[in-house]
C-alpha cells in the first residue's frame, strides 16, 4: 500500500503531552517523530546513532557540555552520536525529530522523562 | 568538530539550479539535501531505498504510475524503495530531501537530468 502524504504541521494537533515524541513517518530503518518541548530534558546521548532537530515551529535550546545552541523556527541541528546534550525550550516548541527506528528519547539515561518508544500518530 | 546548526530557507540563496539537489547535512550515512524544482523530472525509482521529500516553500506533484500525489508547503511523503515516480512543480518548488548517501536522483535512469552526486553547499 502506498504510504500517504504527511502534513507537518497538522499533525500536532493530535497529541498534547510534552517531551513524547510520536512517530508521523518511516523510511527505511529511520522514522521522523513530532515532539512538543516545554522545560528542561535530561542529559543523555545517543551511543550509536546521530539524532537529527528541526525546528517546526517556535524556539529551542540545545545545551552541550561547552556551548549552548539556539535553534529558531525552520532551523536544524545535527546532534553527533555519542555526544551529551540536553534539550530544553522556556516556551513551548515544536520539533520534528529524525533518527533510527528504536531510539529512545532519553538514550541511556533512564528518567521519568523516558518516554514510550514507537509511538504513531 | 561539531556541527553548525543550519537554516533551511536561508540555504536556498545559495544555489538557483534546478532539479540538481545540494547536500546540507549528513545524519550517521543518511543526507538532508536540498533542490528547487521547475518544470518536469524523469521517471526513475531507487530500488535500494525509500526517499522523503518535503516542501519547504511552493508545491509538486509526485506522479506515480497509477495516481498523483500533490505537496503543498510543509507536506512531506515517503516514496518507497523500487516504486516508480516522476516529480513535477509547475512553479518552482523548494524542497528538503532525505536519503542515504548516494543516491543518485534519477536512479538508474541516466538522463540529462542525472545530477553530480554528493554535492554540499
Known amino acids: 500500500m502506498m504510504p500517504k502524504k504527511i502534513n507537518i504541521r497538522k499533525k500536532f494537533d493530535r497529541f498534547s503531552d510534552y517531551w513524547s515524541p510520536k512517530v508521523i513517518a518511516e523510511m527505511n530503518d529511520y522514522q521522523f517523530k513530532l515532539a512538543r518541548l516545554k522545560g528542561e530534558f535530561v542529559w543523555h546521548n545517543h551511543k550509536d546513532t546521530d539524532e537529527v532537530f528541526i525546528v517546526i515551529e517556535g524556539k529551542m535550546k540545545i545545551e552541550f557540555r561547552d556551548k549552548t545552541v539556539l535553534l529558531n523556527e525552520g532551523e536544524m541541528y545535527v546532534v553527533p552520536k555519542g555526544i551529551d546534550h540536553k534539550p530544553f525550550a522556556d516556551e513551548e516548541c515544536k520539533i520534528m525529530l529524525v ?7 532519553t538514550g541511556s539515561t533512564i528518567s521519568d522523562l523516558t518516554s514510550e518508544n514507537d509511538v504513531w500518530l
Chains 1, 2 share one sequence.
Open 99 to 105: 533518527e533510527p527506528k528504536g531510539v529512545v528519547n
